[in-house]
């Protein structure tokens, strides 16, 4: 057996030299035909592009809030507070992969109020919303036993979890002393 191992490999040597050598192809190698992923810049203008069909005239109001990163994927955020439009953006190695865009509604100022609804929630695995008055911090007990520490910035909130279901996730939120202000359960398919 090993022998017969051994006849193959110069014969596959010679065909990718003589394949090479033939016009129009090449003997690149599989790591230089894998995406390379997208630089910031890159990533920023491509969902800057996506969203700008995806909200028309309003585009050019939206504000990035958050970037999240895992791995080779990532999620934007954009918001235009004057539209009561929250836009998200998801990407891959490769580039966009995914966007949407919601309303803000405005809600009680004492709970934590969510954005995006089912895209949010079941397609990008994210929870995005305004944390409650008072509110510094967040966090999701998630379906899984995993709690994850949500980002916030001014008056919203992020926690993205790819890969791992969202729906039905127990969030609390907190004053900066630590104290619990309110809690709530995310929106899934039976909510």
């Keep these: 057996m090993p022998s017969s191992s051994r006849r ?4 596959v040597t010679a065909a990718l030299a003589v394949l090479a050598t033939a016009p129009g192809c090449s003997a690149a190698s599989t790591a230089d035909e894998m995406p390379q992923p997208l630089t910031d810049e890159q990533a920023g203008a491509a969902c800057r592009r996506e969203l700008t ?3 028309g005239e309003i585009a050019d109001r939206l504000e990035q809030r958050f970037v999240a990163r895992d791995r080779d994927g990532q999620i934007r955020v ?16 490769s580039g966009v992969e995914e966007t949407f865009a919601s309303r803000t509604d405005d809600g009680p100022h004492d709970r934590i109020i969510f954005y995006g609804g089912a895209d949010a929630v079941l ?12 509110a510094t911090s967040i966090t999701a007990s998630l379906p899984s036993g995993a709690t994850l520490t949500g980002s916030t910035d ?26 619990t202000i309110t809690t709530a359960t995310a929106p899934g398919l039976g909510t």
């Design 8 to 11: 193959w490999a110069p014969t």
């Design 53 to 55: 069909e995806l909200n």
């Design 78 to 93: 954009y918001v235009s507070e004057p539209d009561e439009r929250i836009s998200t953006c998801r990407l891959g190695a």
């Design 123 to 134: 397609k990008a695995h994210l929870l995005i919303g305004r944390l409650p008055a008072k």
């Design 154 to 179: 001014r008056d919203l909130f992020l926690i993205w979890a790819p890969g791992v279901a969202v729906d039905g996730a127990r969030l609390t939120a907190r004053a900066k002393d630590g104290t």
